[in-house]
């Protein structure tokens, strides 16, 4: 038997995959890993991750074997150490493969001028699906875990480490993106051409009332010319909607399904997982393309 | 027939255009074209109906476009096609207790009605789902009798009770789970509406037909404990 305990959560540390499709008009949101192209990474190391991946943000977690032998690899950009069993201490490094045995305990300081990271365990964490996903939506109580992870909480890996050997690949070292493309949302045509002119030509800052369903943007105000209710309807991730205040929020992978505020734009699926991985003050702009 | 056209929604997307008004017509050539492109077989992620809009998200943009036309091909004549409805008919029991109904007071208020007028209104109808939104499993249920039409609460509630029966405007719901919002609350009914357990999660669907009867706090105790499933609910509450 090999086992996982988490002794220190960190910071919103969740359960995520590649999102729960196929049940949006039942009002369930398609969550999510917030920055996909990492799990997509780790995947080329922990090929069996059965996708059970650990998000976290800003800080990571610590996690200790409990018993047996686990294998690890750990995405995005962090501080980390391995605290072994016989007291030694080694540094570790993301996108490399680590081995941890019996009472060692890996410790994720925090992410880098970033703001998620990732944890993809060999064989999985023993989870079972919740609607064919293991993702965790915290606002609506859904997920193979339905809540953040907390101390104590133990995974039960059932088979062993398929090799010992180290696998790694270099450190995708993403680029810090702060300039984004944007297609025409579904009310861009409820906005004036001076509000779109101030959308394009205005720097927007991230605020630090941003999560996983939104991050929302402070700027110069975007008013529209009709109104900023609508009927409801359905809505994509990356979405960015306006609502009476005139600040942008773009909708990430917890997105309400339905929503009754104009959206101006969209982002193009890649640039969520770029746009989620600014931290608070950051500055971008949109830069607005006119067909896709 | 209402539609008007298929236009994208970012690299992966697209919405089907009803217009921009709302009304049970509308919906019901919503929801049938709802029913028969989710019956295609066609390699969507999430295909989302609304009062007047259907949004449909692909893995791609090239799986978007190459699907494209069979929608547009299917859309073209979905008035004239043959429509077998999947949709339930359901009778659903109600309590409309003080304990329960909340707003009750206030409603008596602003219309200037009996509570027994409100409950005789209420269940009076047999409501159409326009759409399941806002949250997972919630009803959009309506028209409700243009007498019981109630503006949102000015204030929402930060915590209204799970299972309980709204009303806003000229819609009721139910909400499935405790929440937040800001419907007047009416009534409550003795089980839950949304199972995560169940492969087929939502006792409601687009398109169904919802009537309340009103039950006493005895009944509503009773029915409470029996902790009906999905689908002993299917087969107890419609047809």
Redesign the interface.
């Known amino acids: 038997m090999n086992s996982l305990v988490i002794t220190r959560t960190g910071t919103h540390l969740t359960i995520q995959d590649f999102?729960r499709?196929?049940?949006?008009?039942?009002?369930?949101s398609?969550s999510g890993a917030m920055d996909q192209r990492i799990i997509k990474e780790l995947e080329k190391i922990i090929p069996l991750h059965h996708n059970q991946f650990i998000e976290f943000a800003y800080v990571g977690p610590s996690i200790k074997v409990k018993e047996g032998s686990v294998k690890v690899c750990v995405g995005g950009n962090c501080n980390m150490n391995i605290q072994k069993n016989n007291g030694t201490q080694i540094i570790c490094q993301p996108y490399k493969s680590i081995n941890l045995f019996e009472g060692d305990e890996l410790n994720i300081h925090n992410t880098i001028d970033s703001v998620y990271g990732y944890i993809a365990v060999e064989h999985g964490l023993g989870l079972d699906p919740?609607?064919k996903s293991f993702s965790t939506d915290t606002k609506?109580?859904?997920g193979s875990i339905n809540r953040p992870l907390k101390v104590d909480d133990t995974f039960e890996i059932l088979e062993d480490v398929s090799s010992w050997d180290h696998l790694s690949i270099p450190n995708p070292d993403y680029k810090k993106e702060t300039n984004f493309k944007v297609?025409?949302?579904?009310q861009l045509q409820f906005f004036t051409d001076q509000a779109l002119q101030s959308f394009i030509s205005s720097t927007f800052t991230i605020s630090a009332q941003s999560d996983r369903m939104g991050i929302r943007l402070k700027g110069e105000a975007i008013l529209s010319s009709q109104s900023h209710d609508i009927?409801?309807?359905?809505?994509?991730p990356?979405?960015i909607q306006v609502p009476s205040d005139g600040q942008p929020i773009v909708l990430m992978r917890d997105i309400?399904?339905?929503g009754g505020y104009p959206k101006i734009a969209?982002?193009?699926?890649e640039d969520i997982s770029k746009i989620s991985q600014l931290p608070p003050g950051s500055q971008i702009r949109f830069d607005l393309q006119t067909?896709? | 027939m209402y539609f008007k056209g298929i236009n994208s929604y970012g690299d992966r997307g697209m919405v089907l255009d009803f217009g921009d008004d709302s009304s049970k017509s509308i919906s019901l050539e919503v929801n049938k074209a709802f029913s028969t492109i989710s019956n295609l077989g066609l390699p969507l992620l999430n295909i989302i109906p609304s009062f007047n809009k259907i949004v449909i998200i692909f893995e791609n943009s090239q799986i978007r476009d190459q699907n494209k036309e069979k929608i547009t091909l299917e859309m073209s004549d979905i008035k004239s096609q043959s429509h077998k409805s999947a949709n339930k008919t359901w009778k659903i029991p109600a309590c409309y207790d003080e304990s329960f109904a909340l707003d009750l007071k206030l409603i008596q208020k602003l219309h200037q009605i009996t509570k027994e007028e409100i409950i005789n209104l209420h269940t009076s109808e047999s409501y159409y789902t326009y759409y399941i939104g806002f949250m997972p499993g919630f009803p959009y249920l309506g028209d409700i009798p243009s007498q019981l039409i109630t503006p949102r609460l000015a204030t929402p509630r930060i915590k209204i009770p799970a299972r309980s029966i709204g009303i806003a405007k000229n819609h009721t719901c139910i909400y499935p789970k405790i929440s937040p919002g800001g419907w007047n609350i009416i009534g409550q009914i003795p089980f839950d509406i949304f199972d995560l357990q169940n492969p087929n999660p939502s006792l409601f669907l687009p398109g169904d037909k919802v009537s309340f009867y009103s039950v006493s706090n005895k009944e509503f105790q009773q029915i409470q404990k029996k902790h009906f499933s999905i689908n002993e609910l299917i087969k107890e509450y419609s047809s």
């Open positions: 999102g499709f196929h049940y949006q008009h039942l009002g369930v398609p919740c609607l609506a109580g859904i297609y025409p949302g579904p009927l409801s309807e359905g809505i994509l990356g979405s309400p399904c339905t969209i982002l193009n699926e067909i896709y």
